[in-house]
């Protein structure tokens, strides 16, 4: 999977961390666009904390609601090998892709690092 782009949304607080969500748009065309969380790591850098993926038609639900049922975490399914274990060479890959899209690492170190 390759990055096409990305940019920052917003900081938020997901299951009790502050984290910020990133707006990705990719090459897959079983996932286009995902919303990927980050939050800060003890390595002074960002740790990908969660991956959704919005299932509704933009047609049926063409207003912005993250709180739709619509939204499914694809965090452990997206990077699944046959074995059913993670590939996390191609998870880190994606991680840092989205990092090093232009003005996200800045954008999370302005909302993150208060």
Not at 2 to 7: E, I, P, Y
Not at 44 to 62: G, P, Q, R, T
Not at 90 to 109: C, D, I, M
Request: aromatic letters at 8%; glycine letters at 4%.
């Amino acid at each position: 999977m390759t990055v096409t782009g990305a940019h920052v949304r917003r900081a938020i607080d997901r299951d009790g961390i502050r984290c910020c969500e990133v707006e990705v748009r990719t090459d897959q065309l079983e996932a286009p666009e995902l919303l990927a969380f980050f939050g800060t790591s003890q390595d002074n850098d960002y740790d990908l904390v969660a991956i959704v993926k919005n299932d509704a038609s933009s047609e049926i639900d063409w207003y912005d609601n993250s709180m739709h049922s619509a939204y499914s975490d694809i965090s452990m399914e997206l990077f699944e090998t046959t074995t059913m274990k993670t590939n996390w060479g191609e998870r880190e890959l994606f991680k840092e892709q989205v990092l090093s899209y232009p003005g996200v690492r800045a954008e999370l170190h302005r909302l993150l690092d208060v």
